[in-house]
């Protein structure tokens, strides 16, 4: 099994470096090459987020029901180096954008929520969120390497470059996840249909936390995702981009794991609460700054908020099902992350098209104190204190 986690942490390692020029950079190149509006860049992220949406939870039933991961990883691996190798480049109208981004966030769902489960699967004791996490820190761990070789060699951006780089990334996750072995099916596996996730959604605790989980990851997506276009706003160049993606991944890489201790040894609760505070003062402080630098220095409270919700939701679902539901539970949190990444793009492209970009930050704070209410009142402990850990 050691090997397994190794190819894992690898897995994780390739697959989020290609995020480095996905979310990063190719929404300056649809602003800058192809002259796309921002309301139009967060619809093509919104319709990207909603393909998500509409196929992780079948996906994860699929999985539960056939017990393997790794065929619907491999044949999304293959979509997306196809995608970006040969098409993405020479796309020219927006309709055209529209049916590849779609195509492209439903194969990137279906590895996310397919790695995460796999991780989980490999999980032996009851400190699945110091498991989880230190499987997860290394796809931050290669987002940061590569934010950073982007920031010394400014030509990696470049769009002749910058597609090569993300189909030859995806090639190289194609080929670990082929190394990597399905875990063994357990015998008492049993069959997931689709009233086991109505039956997931109308449990209080699992939805109200999915509830608080949208608003929050509406706020912190609409905010994280125009940084790069809030950076070229104010006079910044690509190399403020990198540097300050790279402090927002340099912060949170540490602090992945500091949550998955604490959460365990605390509890969930009180890390969620915490970042739900953290999150609306984070987004408040983009509205007053007026500096690329600055924004760098804010981009730090990465380790306070993503460094959170990018893990503990995860152990946080896993808690409340028993393990023939993980991966249907696992759809589940990723198509409410799908959704949430749906709205987020979308609703913030329309506000900054109104009112500009300091006026949607200012939307966003709100949103995000909503998500901070939710935590404080509706958010129930899911982790067993009872049960000794190892």
């Known amino acids: 099994m050691k090997r397994e986690i190794f190819l894992l942490k ?19 190149y649809l602003r800058e090459v192809i002259n796309f509006s921002i309301g139009m860049i967060g619809l093509l992220s919104a319709i990207s987020s909603l393909a998500g949406a509409i196929f992780q939870v079948y ?18 691996f293959v979509v997306l180096i196809f995608i970006y190798t040969f098409v993405f480049p020479y796309l020219k109208t927006f309709w055209s ?23 989980m699967d490999y999980a032996v004791s009851n400190n699945t969120g110091s498991h989880y996490a230190s499987v997860r820190i290394w796809g931050s761990i290669g987002f940061l390497l590569v934010m950073l070789a982007t920031g010394f060699f400014p030509k990696l951006v470049e769009p002749k470059v910058m597609f090569l780089m993300i189909g030859l990334i995806y090639l190289l ?4 996840s082929v190394m990597i072995k399905e875990p063994p099916i357990k015998s008492g596996i049993s069959r997931v249909d689709f009233r086991s996730v109505k039956k997931l959604t109308f449990r209080p605790e699992i939805r109200n936390f999915l509830i608080f989980y949208i608003i929050y990851y509406i706020a912190l997506l609409g905010a994280s995702s125009n940084v790069n276009l809030l950076i070229r706003s104010l006079g910044g160049e690509n190399r403020h981009i990198s540097f300050a993606y790279s402090a927002s991944s340099f912060s949170e890489i540490p602090f992945m794991l500091i949550w998955g201790y604490l959460s365990d040894k ?11 505070i953290i999150l609306p003062i984070r987004i408040f402080l983009y509205t007053l700054t007026n500096n690329p630098w600055h924004i760098i220095l ?15 939701p995860v152990v946080y679902m896993n808690d409340l099902v028993p393990p023939e539901e993980r991966a249907t539970a696992q759809g589940l949190l990723g198509m409410s992350m799908a959704l949430s990444s749906t709205l987020g793009p979308l ?21 995000a104190l909503v998500s901070t209410i939710l935590a404080i ?11 000794p850990t190892n």
């Not at 049916?99 to 995460?116: K, Q, R």
């Not at 996750?173 to 670990?176: K, Y």
């Not at 009142?377 to 049960?387: A, I, R």
């Open 97 to 119: 954008f529209l049916i590849i981004y779609f195509v492209a966030g439903m194969a990137t769902s279906i590895i996310t929520t397919l790695a995460n489960v796999l991780v």
């Open 377 to 387: 009142t509706s958010l129930k402990e899911s982790k067993n204190k009872g049960v």
């Open 347 to 367: 609703i913030s492209g329309v506000v900054a098209d109104l009112t500009g970009l300091v006026g949607m930050y200012r939307f966003l704070t709100f949103v």
């Open 173 to 176: 996750g194609f080929i670990v």
């Open 10 to 28: 690898i897995f994780f390692f390739i697959y989020f470096s290609a995020w480095v020029f996905i979310f990063s950079f190719i929404p300056v």
């Open 59 to 76: 996906v994860g039933y699929l999985s539960d029901k056939l017990g393997k991961r790794k065929p619907f990883i491999l044949i999304s």
């Open 266 to 276: 605390l509890g969930r609760k009180p890390i969620l609460v915490f970042t739900s």
């Open 298 to 312: 804010i981009q730090l409270m990465h380790s306070l908020t993503f460094a959170v919700i990018g893990t503990i």
